[in-house]
């Protein structure tokens, strides 16, 4: 897959939040759910047309966020792919928040899934198409980013 020029943007309603623990339920008729270990940043203070400069201000802090994603609804039935990554229990997160005081550069964070005690994925921010600094001036255009968001 190409590079895009910019973000591609997809929502993740409130039901998809579970705990780092919880189980995962797939919606009938899945055929292929997936998961990807990302990383979630939590805004601390209201965030509307950030200069990229000052976005880590709006930071409160970092957690582990498993995007899980149904890829057939998403890729293969057409329209956004809010539908392949929105089902209930498609965001476990945590276990924990940590602060931006403890995260002195959120761009060298080694992060991993695993699945059913399985380690299925290894990574790190750095390979992040779009920095942290990047996607909150980038999303803070288009909508106010709330604390919490």
Known sequence: MPVPKEPILFMKPIGVRVGCNDAVVLPQGSVKGDWE?????????????????????????????????????QLERGGQWDKGKGCDTFGPVGPWLVTTDEVTDPQALPMW??????????????TMVFGVRQLVSYLSRFMTLEPGT
């Open 113 to 126: 899934c695993e699945v059913n005690g399985r380690r299925m994925q290894n990574g790190n921010t750095r």
């Open 37 to 73: 270990v990302e990383l979630g940043v939590v805004i601390g203070t209201r965030a509307r047309y950030v200069p990229e400069a000052d976005a880590l201000n709006y930071v409160a802090g970092y957690c582990v966020v498993n995007d899980v994603s149904e890829r057939e609804y």
